[in-house]
């Protein structure tokens, strides 16, 4: 989301957001004469906007089921996406506290419009209004453009946003990325969306296990355990995913359904919580069969996590696991490769594109 803060020194309110490559600022308003504490309410109301319009696009409507089915999650989410249209009459046109009490909206972008309008209806200057209004649909515009796979501008602070759905231009990228790079690049954190760089991180994990365990003679699904004997890995993740892949699931289906179960955690919520049950049974019985003291044990359990990604920051802790799982390939291939280590990171990058090239048509 973009940050608003008041800029005491020039009087002035100021919006930041992130890149990826650290955070940009632009001067939203010169302010006309008012107290600090009038300042610092209209920068934080408009940071609680952001926040609520930007959670439109990291909790769409499609990744909840039926937008069409009445008070549905789904139709939820559709309806405080469809509220943009009235929040630039939030903003000019507030509710007022009346003798009757004050009027408030259930819907977080409404109600943060208006709490935006009452601010600018106690500072009472139509010019900064007009200004604010003019920032709003400017953010707006961002959301709409990230929406559609375009990250420029403002819309480029969705490379450090989890979305529990994909872009096919913004996929399409990151295989581009990844086939002159297959072990990534810096711009697939800074110039992509991270969900969908990490849909083709996991087709290209797939095409250098299979090049990788080919060569080992190791299961394409345990090839990045076996690098980690060589180098310490992120093992756990990498592994999943190559084992859902060989299962015949698509990069999509299980991109989206990592980054949601680690949304819902993040939110408080235990998904498919019988699975989470049957995970930890699993580790009661590897110690019950191994004579685990209650040491290690309470070890093994301590290690245990609901979501197998970052909660805070999903997308981007997977899309590093992908990576380092590819490396992990790369790592197992030269230990059954003759050769400098430029030549065989050449051999294999070369060997990982013609792989990647018959299974072309699983990228989605």
């Given at each position: 989301?973009t940050r608003?803060?008041f800029?005491?020194?020039?009087?002035?309110?100021v919006?930041?957001?992130?890149?990826?490559?650290?955070?940009?600022?632009t001067?939203?308003?010169?302010?006309?004469?008012?107290?600090?504490?009038q300042?610092?309410?209209?920068a934080?109301?408009?940071?609680t906007?952001?926040?609520f319009q930007?959670?439109?696009?990291?909790?769409?409507?499609s990744?909840?089921?039926?937008?069409?089915?009445?008070?549905s999650?789904?139709?939820?989410?559709?309806?405080?996406?469809?509220?943009?249209?009235?929040?630039?009459?939030?903003i000019?046109?507030?509710?007022l506290?009346?003798?009757h009490?004050?009027?408030v909206?259930?819907?977080?972008v409404?109600?943060?419009?208006?709490?935006?309008?009452r601010?600018l209806?106690?500072?009472?200057?139509?010019?900064l209004?007009?200004?604010?209004?003019?920032?709003?649909?400017?953010e707006?515009?961002?959301?709409?453009?990230?929406e559609?796979?375009?990250?420029?501008?403002?819309?480029?602070?969705a490379v450090?946003?989890?979305?529990?759905?994909?872009?096919?231009?913004?996929?399409q990228a990151?295989d581009?990325?990844?086939?002159?790079?297959?072990?990534?690049?810096v711009?697939?954190?800074?110039?992509?969306?991270p969900?969908?760089?990490s849909v083709a991180?996991?087709?290209?994990?797939?095409?250098?296990?299979?090049?990788?365990?080919e060569?080992a003679?190791?299961p394409?699904?345990?090839?990045?355990?076996e690098?980690?004997?060589?180098?310490?890995?992120?093992?756990?993740?990498?592994?999943?995913?190559?084992?859902?892949?060989?299962?015949?699931?698509?990069?999509?289906?299980?991109?989206?359904?990592?980054?949601?179960?680690?949304?819902?955690?993040?939110?408080g919520?235990?998904?498919a919580p019988?699975?989470?049950?049957?995970?930890?049974?699993?580790?009661?019985?590897?110690?019950?069969?191994?004579?685990?003291?209650?040491a290690?044990?309470a070890?093994?359990?301590?290690?245990?996590r609901?979501?197998?990604?970052?909660?805070?920051?999903?997308?981007?802790?997977?899309?590093?696991?992908?990576?380092?799982?590819?490396?992990?390939?790369?790592?197992?291939?030269?230990?059954h490769?003759?050769?400098?280590?430029?030549?065989?990171?050449?051999?294999?990058?070369?060997?990982?594109?013609?792989?990647?090239?018959t299974?072309?048509?699983?990228l989605f």
């Amino acid at each position: 989301m973009t940050r608003y803060a008041f800029d005491a020194d020039r009087n002035a309110l100021v919006a930041i957001w992130a890149t990826g490559r650290g955070d940009l600022a632009t001067t939203v308003a010169e302010l006309p004469p008012i107290n600090h504490d009038q300042a610092t309410s209209l920068a934080s109301n408009l940071t609680t906007l952001s926040r609520f319009q930007w959670r439109t696009y990291t909790h769409p409507a499609s990744a909840a089921g039926d937008p069409d089915i009445p008070n549905s999650e789904a139709w939820r989410r559709a309806e405080e996406r469809r509220n943009f249209k009235e929040v630039e009459a939030g903003i000019r046109t507030p509710n007022l506290p009346t003798d009757h009490g004050l009027v408030v909206s259930y819907s977080g972008v409404v109600e943060s419009a208006h709490r935006v309008g009452r601010t600018l209806h106690a500072i009472d200057d139509a010019t900064l209004r007009d200004t604010i209004a003019a920032e709003v649909r400017t953010e707006q515009a961002a959301i709409e453009s990230a929406e559609l796979g375009d990250l420029s501008g403002r819309a480029r602070q969705a490379v450090e946003l989890s979305r529990p759905d994909v872009s096919p231009a913004q996929v399409q990228a990151a295989d581009e990325l990844l086939r002159a790079d297959p072990l990534g690049t810096v711009e697939l954190f800074t110039e992509l969306d991270p969900a969908s760089a990490s849909v083709a991180a996991a087709h290209w994990l797939y095409a250098a296990a299979e090049i990788a365990g080919e060569l080992a003679g190791v299961p394409t699904a345990d090839v990045v355990v076996e690098a980690d004997d060589i180098e310490a890995l992120q093992v756990e993740t990498p592994t999943l995913v190559l084992e859902r892949l060989t299962g015949g699931e698509t990069p999509t289906e299980i991109v989206v359904d990592l980054i949601a179960e680690a949304m819902s955690v993040s939110e408080g919520h235990v998904p498919a919580p019988w699975g989470v049950v049957a995970r930890v049974a699993e580790i009661e019985e590897q110690a019950r069969k191994f004579d685990l003291d209650s040491a290690s044990r309470a070890a093994l359990l301590d290690e245990f996590r609901i979501s197998r990604l970052d909660p805070t920051r999903p997308a981007l802790d997977l899309l590093e696991d992908l990576l380092d799982g590819i490396r992990g390939c790369l790592l197992l291939y030269s230990a059954h490769t003759a050769g400098t280590d430029a030549e065989v990171e050449a051999q294999f990058a070369a060997d990982v594109r013609g792989e990647a090239d018959t299974h072309s048509d699983q990228l989605f």
